[in-house]
């Protein structure tokens, strides 16, 4: 039928347009790509055997934004590798766990508008991570800076004064004090700011666009998304990267030994140790 092969030859050629595009777009990116800007002197090494390093000291650490999707995807991978004696979620709310697993998971509800008054939750830590963040959509500019850059810093002060040494954040890809874009100056002062308490060791992540299937409907990340995964299909990665890759990213740098104390992982340092910490 002549209609039913015009339709067939329209798809095709639309569908070939939208892959020499999408294949276009990698190859242009790729050519601005950032550069590997942690080189993993560590690497070579077993990360099993510095896993069980790290174990015999019976650490214990806390996680803010357990409850998000890369704080609940942490959370698997530290239980997964128990690097910890003992797991803290510090959050707003009660969250809920079933089986032997989570047993001995210890959770603080704080109230994040009064941190000062549940210090007591953040002493005793010897690490800290943080994935917790809103987004100006859902908490308009105010209440964004509020999550992403105050009750950030006061948290990692009160684990500093805890006795915390080691910080690990998830920023964001672009995260620049001086940007013009307030989600990206939201992320850099707040950057800046944790360094500036002097842990012994501040990890900071940089993840593009995570690929993740969020419960929650945002349409314009839902788009990036979409985009981004067929771009990293062509072999593109500077710009996103899988949620699972930051997690397990996370939980590897915490037992590598970096040069120096403040390091900033790209996203595809990130993408780099995610999948090597993945085999
Ligand atoms: N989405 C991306 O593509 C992308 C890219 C780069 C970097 N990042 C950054 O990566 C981090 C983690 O992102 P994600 O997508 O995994 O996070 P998410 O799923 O949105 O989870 C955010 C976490 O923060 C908590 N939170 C939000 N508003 C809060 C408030 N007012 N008071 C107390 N807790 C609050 C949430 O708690 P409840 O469950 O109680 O709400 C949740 O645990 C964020 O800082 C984000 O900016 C995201």
Not at 22 to 32: E, P
Request: proline share 2%; net charge neutral; aromatic share 10%.
């Amino acid at each position: 039928m002549p209609v039913i092969k015009l339709l067939c030859t329209t798809l095709g050629k639309t569908l070939g347009f939208f892959t020499v595009l999408v294949v276009f777009i990698a190859a242009t990116l790729n050519y601005f790509e950032d550069s590997e800007t942690v080189k993993y002197t560590s690497m070579a090494e077993d990360i099993k055997t510095l896993e069980e390093n790290f174990r015999q000291q019976n650490k214990s650490c806390f996680i803010l934004g357990a409850s998000g999707e890369t704080g609940k995807l942490l959370l698997q991978e530290l239980l997964e590798h128990n690097i910890f004696s003992k797991i803290t979620l510090i959050g707003r709310r009660q969250l809920t766990f079933e089986g032997k697993t989570y047993e001995n998971l210890v959770q603080e509800v704080v109230d994040f508008e009064k941190l000062d008054d549940y210090a007591a939750a953040f002493q005793g830590h010897d690490v800290g991570y943080c994935c917790l963040g809103t987004t100006r959509a859902k908490a308009g500019a105010e209440g964004f800076v509020r999550v992403d850059h105050d009750y950030v810093l006061k948290s990692a002060e009160l684990a500093k004064a805890g006795g915390c040494t080691q910080f690990h954040l998830e920023s964001s890809r672009g995260a620049d004090k001086k940007s013009g874009f307030l989600y990206l100056k939201v992320k850099g002062q707040v950057e800046a700011d944790i360094e500036a308490l002097g842990f012994d060791r501040f990890a900071i992540y940089r993840p593009g666009v995570l690929l993740v299937d969020r419960q929650e409907s945002r349409p314009a990340e839902w788009m990036a998304r979409k985009f981004f995964s067929a771009i990293s299909a062509v072999g593109y990665r500077s710009m996103s990267v899988p949620i699972q890759e930051v997690a397990k990213a996370m939980v590897s740098n915490t037992v590598l030994q970096p040069e120096q104390k403040t390091e900033i992982l790209e996203n595809k340092d990130i993408a780099t140790l995610g999948k090597s910490a993945g085999k």
